[in-house]
Structures are given as structure tokens and as C-alpha cells.
């Protein structure tokens, strides 16, 4: 029987920490007991096999190519080498498909050789036995006691003292299968930095449960980081609520982990390229054509997929299966658009990975209960919509800041944060002073929900964007509480506060562009009460009628009024006058602006005084109709 130590060494400052147990814990037994059997199988029961680095449910998992990820593989195997560096902790945050897993598995391969693997744990969302934290103690506790026979023996008499063990929180199982068995072998004198030290946790984001991702790293943190453990742990996770608020300033992971941001400090594109090179040449051989692709085609794909490594893999996996023709399934996917009917799907496991985490996202965003009647996809896609820009003419659009468009959306300023919690490894609201704006990570993002055939039960198309864009809009100069009868000379004077100054102003610019999505009733309401007539009062107040800029965007915003009362003009014959009315009052400022300024009128000849309002539809139309 190993002896006891004799003083408690400083690992046993963690053990008192959740409630220290009786240190008369029966004795390990060098014979094959039963006792000892079961303890041993009981450990295995609650593992998770399939989540080590080599299991078989993980076959053929992503890895690096040779030459490819040097620096960020180079950086995370020294810091694993560096066993004096007083970060024990890396995490890996990095967009979906940037290359995380396949980073892990790589070094994780790679310590396996040098003898520093320690453990792995892979997390994955559609597995039971690895989307949960129930199973991650026990599995590393199992491959620790495998690199170390008396480290074994410690681990079954840990289990064999406390059989319940395993239904207990993660800091007691850190503190009963890791903690203690190695202070165990300390105090026999085993030292602990012989052993393998280098502790592998991928895809944090896939376990169920951001507060139980949390626990996790907090029982990390407070156990496995304890001064005298020789192990050194590398999370790798897309930068999601739990990891990212963790290793924000303030958060308790800021100043003991080395942190890693794969997508901001590494351009995978050479990778991505090599990659690539390196498969097609391998198809050119087994189909005898080394022509069958040109560089412009790889250039092409390494543009398309934004630095995601996922994109790539897809696109290859698709063009390599046997039974095509690589040269014909590589047209398909340069040339690639989604149409109804079609068969080829180049990107499905991409959509795949898209679909999961847009609808986890939804069904957080709309579980909580003051989200209660917010549609999260019709926002988000208006966001989407937002950043992409609102086309206002052929080669001009508006965008607007993120904060004002949320207010302007029906939520409070700010709210676009809580509209993007779940979706971190996609997109970001980045500041770009003193605004802020939504940033997709990848392009193939943007394709993804534009397409129908792609995003599927998750689509919403944009004319049903537009037509809540326009129903806000005019919701939002109808209700404004202004007496209108009684309005300053310019809109820093109007009496509303500054965001609310912000957003109306934002709303009476986007109107004319979202305006056919609106519907008949809506514009009915909008024109009963009174608000064309508000509109006409707040324009001169926004706009300097001596900017030559801001002429020419007000007759594109007067000729997009003019295609609504063209669609209205049989329709609806009393709401089509009253548009035509407006329309003739913008047709005549503009002629009395030129009377008072010659020198911009003499500057806009020749440009847009004829320019038609609506289809068919010209400012004399206008004149004629409304006299």
C-alpha cells in the first residue's frame, strides 16, 4: 500500500477550498480485487470515449497540412514546451471554421509523438455523450491514470472512497480524480513534471448550456491551475458568452490565460491556398490531368471563403467525390447561384454548420421574456440588410448606425448586442468611431441567408425585411411627439433628445427606399393621419439646400416616393393624390432653391432636372396632376 504523505503538500489549499474530505481513504490494493475492478470500470461508465482525439466516432478528423498553420501551431507548441511560463491556460477563440479543431487535434498528434499529451476532450453538439460537462472529469481523470501506474492505482482509490463522486459538481470531481490522486504521487516522491502535462478541451461553445460552460472554466481556473499540478490546459472555442465574457477586461480568466484570437492575428489565406494546391494536383494524378484546374480557380475560392478554413474543406470534400467529374464539380461551385429545383449542393456541410448556429441563437434570443413577440430572424436579417446597405440608387445605398437602427427597428439602442450573443463565431458589431456597425466574418454567411435553397425554414426574404422597415419608418414620423404647427428652423432645435433627434432623422431618409415593402393599409394609415403632411414640415429641416450631394440624393428620395404612387394610383386613388400632392411640393422647393441660388442652378444643368419621379411618371406629370 503507497504510504500516506506526510505533510500536506500545497495542492491541498484547493482540496480545502470545496470542503476537504477524510483523508482516511481506504487503502489501494496492489491485487487484482474486485474492489479495485469495479472502481476502475465505474470510472469508465461515466467517460466519454468518443471524445478523445483518437476515438473512432471522430474518424479522419480536420487536420493541419504539412506547412500549413506554422506560426499559430508554432506559438501553441511553445507555450506548451515553456513549463516555467506562468500562463497555464490557453484559449483559442476563433470565428466557425477558422480552424480551431483541426488546430487542436494537430498539436494534440504532435505531443502524442514528444510524449507531453496529458488528455483531450472534443467537444461536439450532436453527440449526447460530448455536448454535456458530465463526462469531461472523468475522461481526463481516465487518460491521466494511463500515463502513470501509480497515478492509476490513486485515481481507483479515489473512486473506490467516494462511488457518488460522479454526480457531484466539477470542482469536487477535479478536486477527487486529479487534485488529489496527484498530490498522492507527489507525496511519494514521484515528480510531477516528468508526467505528460498538456491538457486538450475543444469546441467549449458545443457543450449544452452557457452556465455550465461557465462552471467549467471556472472549475479549471480553481482547480487544475493550482500551483504544483505540472498540466498545462489549451481550450480552444468560438468567442461565445461564456469564454468571451470570461476573458474580457474584468473577467476572472483576463489575467491567468494566454489568449489566442485565430481569426484577428492570422491570415490563413497562403494556408488555404497551399491546401488547395496540394489536393488538386493529388486529383490530377488519379484522373491523369494536371490541368484540370488553373491558379485564377484556386485564387477565386481562397477569396470566397473570408479566411474560413471550414469553406475550403467543403469545397474540396465536395469536388473529390470519386464518381464526378473534379473539373465539372468545380464549375459548379465557381459558378455556383441557388435556384429553385436545383440538385447540386456544393456547400451543405457548410449550411449545416450555419443552420445549427443560427437556430441555437434564435431559440435563446426568443426564450427570454422580454424579447416576448421579437421575431429574432427578421431583425437580424434587417441588421444583415443594414450592413450590407440599402440601395437608394444603382451605385449608392444608405447604412446606419447600428444602435440608431435598432431603435428605429422598435428595440431600445444597444439591443443589436443581445441580437448577436449566440452568433460571436459569425458576426460582431464592430465601432468604428463614433458609430458601430455589424461585420460578418464570412461572405458565404451572407449567401447563406440570402438563399432560400440554403437557409431553408431559416429564410426570410427581404421584401419581408422591407415591409417591417417601412411600417417602423412610419410608425416612427406618425407617432413622433412634435407639434408640428410650431417647429424650429433646423433639426438640432427639434425638442426630443439626441437619440430620438437620431433615429427620426434615419427613419425620414431610409422612408422612400423601403416604401414598396409597405403595405396598402399601412400607407393608409400613414396618409390618414396626417403624415405626409409631417413629412413635408421635417424634410427642410434636415436637409442644406445649398450641398449639391444632398440635391441629388433628394431627387432619388422624391423619385422613390414616386414608384409608390405609381403602384398606388388605381388602387387606391385618395391615398395617390395625397402622395402626388407631396411629390409637387418637393418638384416646386427645388424650383424655388434654383430662383434664389443661380450659381447652383447654373452647376446643375445638364444633371437631373428632368429625371423622372416614378415609372413613366415626370415632375410635370407631377405639377399637372396636383393642380
Request: hydrophobic content about 35%.
Amino acid at each position: 500500500m503507497p504510504p500516506k504523505s506526510k505533510k500536506p503538500t500545497i495542492l491541498s489549499r484547493f482540496i480545502s477550498l470545496v470542503g476537504g474530505r477524510n483523508r482516511n481513504k481506504p487503502t489501494v490494493d496492489h491485487r487484482q480485487g474486485s474492489a479495485k475492478v469495479a472502481s476502475w470500470e465505474l470510472l469508465l461508465k461515466n467517460t466519454a470515449p468518443n471524445a478523445l482525439h483518437d476515438s473512432d466516432a471522430r474518424y479522419d478528423p480536420p487536420k493541419c497540412d504539412e506547412d500549413t498553420r506554422v506560426e499559430v501551431i508554432g506559438e501553441i507548441t511553445d507555450w506548451i514546451q515553456d513549463r516555467a511560463g506562468p500562463q497555464r491556460l490557453l484559449c483559442m477563440t476563433g470565428a466557425a471554421g477558422s480552424g480551431k479543431s483541426a488546430l487542436q487535434q494537430t498539436t494534440a498528434e504532435k505531443c502524442l509523438k514528444d510524449g507531453t499529451l496529458a488528455s483531450t476532450f472534443f467537444f461536439s453538439a450532436s453527440d449526447p455523450s460530448r455536448n454535456t460537462v458530465k463526462y469531461i472529469i472523468p475522461t481526463i481523470a481516465y487518460q491521466l491514470g494511463r500515463t502513470n501506474d501509480t497515478l492509476r492505482r490513486w485515481i481507483k482509490a479515489a473512486v473506490e472512497g467516494d462511488p457518488l463522486v460522479f454526480s457531484k459538481s466539477l470542482r469536487t470531481q477535479i478536486a477527487t480524480l486529479i487534485v488529489e490522486p496527484s498530490q498522492r504521487c507527489e507525496g511519494m516522491g514521484i515528480d510531477l513534471t516528468t508526467l505528460p502535462h498538456a491538457i486538450f478541451i475543444d469546441g467549449l461553445d458545443e457543450c449544452m448550456g452557457e452556465d455550465r460552460q461557465a462552471e467549467l472554466l471556472t472549475a479549471v481556473k480553481e482547480g487544475l491551475l493550482v500551483n504544483g499540478l505540472p498540466f498545462r490546459i489549451f481550450i480552444a472555442s468560438r468567442p461565445e458568452w461564456a469564454v468571451r465574457t470570461a476573458l474580457e477586461p474584468g473577467g476572472h480568466l483576463r489575467k491567468v490565460a494566454y489568449h489566442i484570437q485565430l481569426s484577428d492575428n492570422y491570415d490563413a489565406s497562403r494556408d488555404m491556398r497551399r491546401y488547395l494546391q496540394r489536393r488538386f494536383e493529388d486529383i490530377g494524378l488519379r484522373i491523369g490531368n494536371s490541368h484540370w484546374f488553373t491558379e485564377d480557380n484556386i485564387e477565386t475560392l481562397v477569396r470566397a471563403a473570408s479566411g474560413q478554413f471550414v469553406y475550403v474543406a467543403t469545397v474540396f470534400k465536395y469536388i473529390s467525390e470519386r464518381r464526378a467529374s473534379p473539373a465539372g464539380r468545380l464549375k459548379i461551385v465557381l459558378d455556383w447561384t441557388p435556384h429553385e429545383g436545383q440538385k447540386a449542393r456544393p456547400f451543405e456541410c457548410l449550411d449545416r454548420l450555419y443552420a445549427n448556429i443560427l437556430l441555437t441563437a434564435k431559440n435563446a434570443y426568443e426564450a427570454v421574456d422580454t424579447h416576448s413577440g421579437h421575431d429574432f430572424l427578421l431583425l437580424f436579417n434587417a441588421h444583415h440588410l443594414n450592413a450590407m446597405g440599402i440601395p437608394t440608387s444603382s451605385s449608392s445605398w444608405l447604412k446606419f448606425p447600428a444602435d440608431n437602427f435598432s431603435v428605429m427597428l422598435g428595440l431600445e439602442a444597444g439591443a443589436e448586442g443581445n441580437l448577436v450573443m449566440d452568433l460571436r463565431s459569425l458576426v460582431t458589431f464592430e465601432m468604428e468611431q463614433p458609430q458601430s456597425h455589424l461585420r460578418m466574418y464570412h461572405k458565404s454567411f451572407s449567401d447563406f441567408l440570402r438563399a432560400e435553397s440554403r437557409a431553408k425554414d431559416l429564410f426570410v426574404p427581404k421584401s419581408r425585411v422591407y415591409t417591417h422597415l417601412a411600417k417602423c419608418c412610419l410608425q416612427c414620423i406618425v407617432k413622433c411627439p412634435l407639434d408640428f404647427d410650431s417647429l424650429p428652423t433646423n433639426w438640432e432645435e427639434l425638442p426630443l433628445p439626441k437619440p430620438q433627434q437620431n433615429y427620426l432623422e434615419d427613419a425620414v431618409e431610409v422612408l422612400p427606399f423601403v416604401l414598396n415593402g409597405a403595405t396598402a393599409d399601412e400607407v393608409g394609415d400613414f396618409t390618414n393621419e396626417a403624415g405626409w403632411s409631417k413629412l413635408d414640415k421635417l424634410l427642410p429641416l434636415r436637409r442644406d439646400l445649398q450641398a449639391l450631394k444632398l440635391d441629388s440624393f433628394y431627387r432619388d428620395w422624391l423619385t422613390h416616393i414616386g414608384y409608390l404612387h405609381d403602384r398606388l394610383k388605381y388602387r387606391d386613388p385618395k391615398i395617390a393624390a395625397a402622395i402626388t400632392k407631396f411629390i409637387g411640393k418637393g418638384k416646386r422647393n427645388f424650383e424655388e432653391r434654383d430662383r434664389m441660388s443661380p450659381e447652383v442652378a447654373e452647376l446643375q444643368v445638364g444633371e437631373t432636372d428632368r429625371r423622372s419621379v416614378g415609372s413613366g411618371y415626370s415632375f410635370e406629370d407631377v405639377e399637372s396632376e396636383a393642380s
